[in-house]
Every structure is written in C-alpha cells, then in structure tokens.
C-alpha cells in the first residue's frame, strides 16, 4: 500500500515537473510568437512606408511643375514625367529609348555634348540655360538642373535633369529691357519735361534733359541729384504750388493740374503727378510729368471762337441748316423750322424721315449712301418736305458730310432753300408752254398763209404796179417829146419831174421787193474768204478814174461761215454806203477789217466821210429811214435795213458808231465763225 503510494507520489511529482515544463514551454512559445508578430508588423510597417514613399516620389515626379527627364550613360531617355509632356508635347511612350537631341535643337547639340562629358567625367552637378524644340517645332527657352545617378559602387548609371521652362521668363525679361529703353527715351524727349523721383524731403533723385534745361533758363539754375526741389525755385507762389502739388502726390494722390504761367507771354502746363510705392506698397517720394500745352490751349480757345461764329451763322442764318446724325436726329435752327412750321423742339424729337416726302425717301437714302460710302463728298439736289399743315414744300438741299480725323461719318451738315414758289411758278410756266405750243402751231399756220398772201401781193406788186408805172413814164416822155413846141419851160421842167419820180418809184418797189426777199430766202452755209470778198466788191463798184482818189483798205479778215449771196449784198450795202457819204470828202478813206470781241471776230467797215449824230443811231436800220436829204445825197434807205434783216437771220448783230464830220463805222458779227477749225474743212465760195 505504502509502495503503491509511494509511486503514485513520484508519478505526482514527475506530472507537476512536466506541466511545469509545459507551461514554461507554452510561455516561451507565447514570447517567440509574440516576438515573430511584432517583427512581422515592424516588416509590413517598413514596406507600407517604402510603399508610401514610393506614391509620394511618383506623386513628386508627376506632379512636379518642373519636366524631369531621365538618360542613360548613352543620352537615351529612360524616364519621362507629366510635365516633361506638357512642356515639350510628347507622351511617355513616344520618347522613351529615343536620344536625347529629340528636344535639342541642333545649333545647341556641341554645347550639350560638352556639358553632358563633364557630367559623366567629372560626377558633379550643372546648371545650363539653352533652346530647346518642342513636338510642333516650337523653340522655347529652358533651364535644366542635371545631376549624375551613381550606384552603390560609385559607377554612373544615367542622369537625371530637372528642366524649367522660362520661355515666358525671357519675353518678360526682353519686355523689361525694351521698356526700360522706352523709359530712357522718353525721359530724354526734346518735347516733354519730366521729373522722376522726388523723396519724401523734395529732393532729386531723377530728372532728365529737358527739365535740367527748363529750370536753367527759368530760374538759372543747373540741377544736379540730390539737391532740394524747393531751394532751386525762386519765388514763393512757386515753392508753395510746388508744395501744394507734390505734397498731395506723396499722400497717395495721383491727379492731373493745369496751370498757366508768365505774365505779358503766356504758357500752359499739364502735369501728371503720382507718387512712389516701395515693394512694401509704403510711399517713399513722388514723380511729375509735365508738358507745354500753350498751343493746345490757344487752338482750343480759337476752335472755342470758330465754334461760336459757327453757332452763331447757323442760328442766325436766313438759309434753313441741320446738323443730322447718322442715325438719323437731327438739329435745326430758326430759318428751317420756319419753312416746315414746326418748333425746333419738335424736329428735334422727329426723324429725318418722319418729315420727308415719302416719294424722296429712296432717292435720299441712295444719296446718303454714296456719302458714307465716300463716292461722292458732298450733294445738291431738290427734295420735298411735308409741312406741319400737311403741304408740301419744295427744297433746294445742299448736303455735306462730316468726318473724323480717321475718316468715320459722324454727322451731315445740310442746307435748304424753300423754291416752293419757284416750283409752282415753273409748273405755271409748263402749263403755259404747252398752252403756247398749240399757240404757236396755230400762229405758224396762219404765217404761213400770210407768207402766202405776201408772196401774191409782191407778185402783184411787181406786175400791177409796174405796169402803170411805165405808162407813166412812156406817155411822159412821148409828151415831152411829140408835144414839145407846145410845152414851155415849166411843162418840160415838169415832164421831168414825173419821169424821175416814176423811175425812183420803180426803184422803190424793186428795193421793197428785195427786203421782203431776204426774210423767205433760204440760208445755204459755205465757207466765205472775206478779205477777197470785199476787194472784188470794191473793185466791181468803182471805175478805174473813181479809185484813184479814194484810199481803200482791206486788213486780213478771218473766213466767215454764211451764206455767200447774201453776205456779199452786205458787204456791197456797206462799201457803197462809204463810198457815198465820203465822197465829198478830199480824200476819202474806206478801211474793211476785223476786231476779236471774247474771242468772237467783229468786221467793220470804216469810212472818213460826213458821218452823223449818234442820237439817231436808232433810226438808220429801219426802212426807209434817212439822216440824210435825198439831194445830198441818193438813196431809199432799204440798204441798211436789208443788211440788218441778213445779219439777224445768221444770228449776228450788225451795229454803227459816228460821229458829224468825221465818219461813220458799221460792225457785224457771225456768231458761226472759227467752227471750221481746218482750211481743208472750209469750202469758200468763188467770186465769179
């Protein structure tokens, strides 16, 4: 029993050391587990930062402003990132294993291969700035960071560039200097005067030529840099207008001021004052631009006095004048609210349209076209206006446009003319025009019925007539001549009395006849060289013994276009007249010639004979009109008459100036002469 228990005590004893030796077992398991799952976390902890850095680099490496552009030893692209894309325009799988002068251009291609040598040689960083092109062949400026990548062994496996696109960096950068030159100009300007850079105490920090000049001539002074504004000016408005104006400026005023200068010769400046902000946007002086405006300011005020005569004629004027727009409104002044009878309120609310002849619309709106379009520059026409009655009233409208210095329309300036009574006075003359033809178609009808009855009574004239009249003569002379034993001296005397009136009694029938000729005659128009014409008239006229006391004179006479029969019974009407009335003379003169009158030939023909009173002149074309007795000297006085009747038909005028006792000259013109302009075109008549 005591054995048995003794084994069951052992047994005990072992079982308490192996569950000891368990449960020591379990706990180092438990520790080792413990310790495998906290490296196992560390592990996942490491990978998930490696992770993460790795999204953040990338997220770096895409989002990057800056292209970063990977190369190998040999200049191949290995690595390409979004912005790298967006600035030269590739995608990543189009550059990837490509050389790198894909995006150098090749006028650069020697500069990189020194640059990229001293990379891989020298294992040290750069910085280049150089042209690069893009996919379009657009070339930009850029600036790349290069650094080496070297393995853990020091060997130089590629590069790796950071490249920064300043394309816009250089255009701001010319943009400046090209500023800053425009700056230097116009601080140098010979026509402005400019002061830069006054500090906050009045002294100068800039200035340039002109005002240096302006201060030495206005107050003797040469300006230098530093010196104080105020101490240069002489006079205590100046300082004070200097104060006033630049003091506001340094307060944070920037403003424009106007001011006049000098006493007997006045001068105009504008200024521009602003003031000067540091890059703390802090005032810290204040700068002025002024320039001489006195020729502005005097032009202004002449074209201010041009502008009130304007006013002045356009209201004032007797003449209806508008200003309309191009729109269409339009201004009128008193003269032309008179002749439509609206108030110049009232056609200021109107169109011109409104106030215008529906039937002139079309017309006017073409005009205004041709205006605007500049194929015409200015228009005259007659245009209908509907009054406020309701009347219309008929215009003469004269239109000019008005343009800018660039050519655009801004207004019409127009004038009108009420011809309303002139239009109606015109319709009334129409009227009567028609009235008239029928009147003169009536009246031409009964002309020539009483051309007839003339022609019957000429023809009777020239046969009833003459038939008693040489009764007449012959019984005269057979009683003067069977009866003369039984005649004394006062039955001949008066024989012959009834011979010599029978005879001039024929004579006057034959002249009457003749003038009344020369009105039915039919004109046939031929060149006519007058110069021969009147010397074979004279020459037909005179005997030999008759010539040789008289002095006759024919100057050079143009050719006369007319008709040749007729013209040449003026010129033997003339000449015989000449050679009549300065026969008493001792020695008589007859001259034939011709005088331009505006360019139009007048022949004359001159005689140093008896002459008579110009207080008669009125009388001596009339028919049987005489200054002179019949026993001075022969004649009917027909001739004259029948050398106007000729001139008149030609459309000439024919007229005479003398005086008693020192002759007498007849003019006449031919309106036709000089319309042949070549001798071959003239076809002058011979005298035969």
Known sequence: MKRVQGLSKIKTNQVELIIKDLEEARR??????????????????????????????????????????????????????TSASLIFGYTHEEVI?????????????EYIDGVWESLITQKGGTRSSNENITKDGRIINCEWFNTPLVDPSGIIIGVSSLILDITEQKKAEADLKKTQLILKATLNSPVEMIILAIDMDYNYLSFNDVHKAVMRSAYGITVEAGMNLLECMIGEDDILNAKENYGRAMKGESFITIQEYGDKVR?????????????????????????????????????????EKFRNLFEHSPVGKSITSVDGSINVNGAFCNVLGYTEDELKSKNW?????????KMTDEIVQSLLKGEIGNARFEKRYIHKNGSTVFTDVSTYLQRDNDGKPQYFITSIIDITDRKNAESQIIRLNESLEQRVIERTAQLEAANKELEAFSYSVSHDLRAPLRAIHGFT???????????????????????????HMGQLIDDLLSFSRIGRTEINCSGIDMTKMANTVYNELLTTEEKKRIKFTVRKLPVAIGDFATIRQVMINLISNAIK??????????????????????????????????????????????????????????????VQRIIHRHGGEVWAEAEVGKGATFYFTLPVVGNLKKESDIITKSMV
Request: charged content about 30%; hydrophobic content about 35%.
């Open 28 to 81: 180092a398991s438990l520790n080792l587990i413990e310790d495998l799952t906290d490296e196992i976390e560390k592990r996942k902890a490491a990978e998930r930062d490696l992770i993460i850095s790795r999204q953040r680099m990338m997220l770096h490496f895409e989002q990057t402003p800056l292209a970063i552009i990977d190369f190998d030893p040999n200049g191949n692209i290995i690595e390409w990132n």
């Open 581 to 642: 009335y300065s026969a008493k003379m001792e020695t008589p003169e007859i001259e034939v010639g011709c005088e331009k009158n505006n360019s139009t030939p007048v022949y004359y023909v001159k005689d140093n004979g008896v002459g008579f009173d110009m207080q008669y002149v009125k009388k001596l074309f009339g028919v049987f009109q005489r200054l002179h007795s019949s026993k001075e000297f022969e004649g009917n006085g027909v001739g004259l008459a029948i």
């Open 477 to 503: 002379r057979i009683l003067r001549e069977d009866c003369k034993d039984l005649l004394d001296e006062e039955g001949k005397r008066i024989c012959g009395i009834i011979e010599a009136s029978s005879v």
């Open 267 to 307: 001068s105009y400046y504008e200024s521009f004052y602003n003031p000067i902000r540091n890059e703390k946007e802090e005032i810290v002086g204040a700068t002025a631009f002024a320039r001489d405006i006195t020729k502005r300011i005097e032009s202004e005020l002449a074209l201010k006095v041009s502008e």
């Open 353 to 361: 349209k409104e106030i215008s002849h529906p039937e002139d619309n």
């Open 97 to 109: 294993g490509k050389f790198m002068t894909l995006i150098v251009p090749e006028n650069v291609w």
